[in-house]
Structures are given as C-alpha cells and as structure tokens.
C-alpha cells in the first residue's frame, strides 16, 4: 500500500523555539494536508495545499505556522515560535483528488516544555 | 460547516463479543473513511466507504448516504481491537473545500 512518510517521529522543544515537520507525501497525490490532535482529543485540521498554495485553512493556522512545498516532493509545516498549547501530533495526508481515499502518516509527536 | 458526531463515546468489552459503532454526518459528503488509532497514535486506514456495504475479516461497515449514517462492525472482538476508531467525511464536490473532517470518536478497550 502507498505510504506517506513523516519526520521525526518525536520533537522535543523549548517554548519560544522554531519547529519543522517534515512530510512526503505519495508521489502522484496533487492534495496534501496537515492535521493536529492534542492528546486525548479528535483530530482537527489545520491547512490543505494544493497547486503550490494554500487552498483551505482553520482558525487554529495562525501566523505562528506555515507551510511549504520546497521542492516537488516534500511538504513541510513550520511552527515559528512555538508554545506549550502547541504540543500534539501532527498528521501530514495526501490524496490523489478530493473524494478518493485519504492517506496519513505515521504522525509526529511534538512535545513544548 | 459539516458535523460528524460518533456514538457511542466510550465502550467496554468482554475479549469475543461483538459491537457497533455509528457515525453521523449532517450533510452529503462524498466520502467516508473509517480508521483505527492505534495506541501508539497511528491511524489505520480501515475502510474507504462513501455508501454500500464492505467487510474486511472481523470488521465490516456500512454506509447509508441518503440517510447521513454509516456503522462499523467489530465482531468476536480482541484485545488488538482496544484504541479509538474515528470516521471521517470528504466534502461534496460541490462545496468549495477540499478538507476532511474527523468524527469525535468512540474509545473501544477490549478486556482479556
């Protein structure tokens, strides 16, 4: 089955700091996604990119985050400074186009102290 | 926006007994996901299920579009079972968004 790939797995940061996560998506998907779940809660969304910019974004995607496409094949989100209510895991998903199945990575778990 | 509400919150069961779980969506959606998450925080894919019926060994879910509901079914239940299982729907094509939005789970632990 097709995969996407996050990293790291785990981050630990201090308050104040600047975090990436990192995603590959699966190679052929053209819609890509970031999700977060704050422990013990569902899972929200954050932003979906498509065609090389934002297409959608929650209330909770401030101007503390962004995220990027660098190079035709990763697809990243940057927290800029971070805070302890950002603490969660962040899921990266892809899919192909809107209807079809949704696929998500393994997540990455970001812990602020 | 669309609400996605699953029952039952929480549920407990005796290792081999069967369940149900629901999701209800409040307006079309042109698809359906059912997923597992797993204790260590992973979602596994289990069913792409936007109306019919599917099954998959012990699990089968069913989808009723017209009526905004889709059930999974977990039978003989065992303790690898335990975790949440979310549902998650996919905006109509017609709706101007492209985001999937997460139910509010239903905490499955399955006793030995």
């Known amino acids: 089955e097709p995969e996407v790939t996050q990293t790291p797995s785990h981050q630990v940061t201090q308050m104040g700091q600047e975090v990436i996560l990192r995603c590959v998506p699966i190679?052929?998907?053209?819609?890509f996604y970031w999700y977060r779940q704050i422990l013990g809660q569902k899972v929200e969304f954050l932003v979906s990119?498509?065609?090389?910019?934002?297409?959608?974004k929650s209330e909770i995607f401030d101007d503390q985050f962004s995220v990027e496409r660098p190079d035709g094949s990763n697809f990243t989100l940057k927290i800029r400074s971070t805070k302890l209510e950002d603490s969660a895991m962040y899921f990266c998903a892809s899919i192909w186009t809107v209807g079809n199945t949704i696929y998500f990575g393994e997540g990455s778990w970001l812990t602020v102290v | 926006g669309i609400q996605v509400e699953q029952s039952p919150p929480d549920l407990i069961l005796q290792e081999g007994a069967n369940s149900t779980l629901r999701c209800n969506f409040s307006d079309s959606v042109n698809n359906l996901q059912w997923f597992h998450q797993n204790p260590w925080g992973q979602l596994i894919n289990l069913f792409y299920?936007?109306?019919g019926t599917k099954q998959n060994g012990r699990l089968s879910a069913t989808t009723v579009a017209t009526e905004r509901y889709s059930l999974l079914y977990i039978s003989s239940s065992q303790t690898t079972d335990s975790g949440v299982y979310f549902c998650?729907?996919?905006?109509?094509?017609?709706?101007?968004?492209?985001?999937?939005?997460f139910g509010t789970g239903t905490r499955l632990k399955v006793l030995a």
């Open positions: 190679s052929n998907h053209l819609y």
């Open positions: 299920i936007p109306s």
């Open positions: 990119f498509y065609n090389n910019e934002i297409s959608e």
């Open positions: 998650a729907v996919g905006p109509p094509l017609t709706s101007g968004t492209y985001k999937y939005i």
